[in-house]
Nanobody, 126 residues
């Protein structure tokens, strides 16, 4: 089991940037695919971005393409989500998650991820 702790959330204005971090412990971080998901009030959790264990492959939700960037530093057991040009509709609790299967495919369904952080709130005002 992997323990994940997110940080970096906050209250910003539309057009601002934030960088979320998620630090892992208790497992072999460098062998896991990592993902970011978010959940807005009254809505289901949705996929945001994912990165494979070697940082070679990334995937993004259409709603964040061109604005968000996922990256990882395996030496620091940390995955990042750089969020630029934030919009009010980006307001949500953001979660990082670990896919322990390390398969060939980066998955976008939350059910495919094994371990989750507690989440960090991002609020974007208009």
């Amino acid at each position: 089991q992997v323990q994940l702790v997110e940080s970096g959330g906050g209250l910003v204005q539309a057009g601002d940037s934030l960088r979320l971090s998620c630090t892992a412990s208790g497992g072999t971080f460098s062998s896991y695919h990592m993902g970011w998901f978010r959940q807005a009030p009254g809505k289901e959790r949705e996929f945001v971005a994912a990165i494979n264990w070697r940082s070679v492959i990334t995937r993004y939700a259409d709603s964040v393409k061109g604005r968000f960037a996922i990256s990882r530093d395996n030496a620091k057991n940390t995955v990042y989500l750089q969020m630029n040009n934030l919009k009010p509709e980006d307001t949500a609790v953001y979660y990082c998650a670990a896919d322990l299967s390390s398969g060939l495919v980066i998955r976008t369904r939350s059910e495919s991820y094994d371990d989750w952080g507690q989440g960090t709130q991002v609020t974007v005002s208009s």
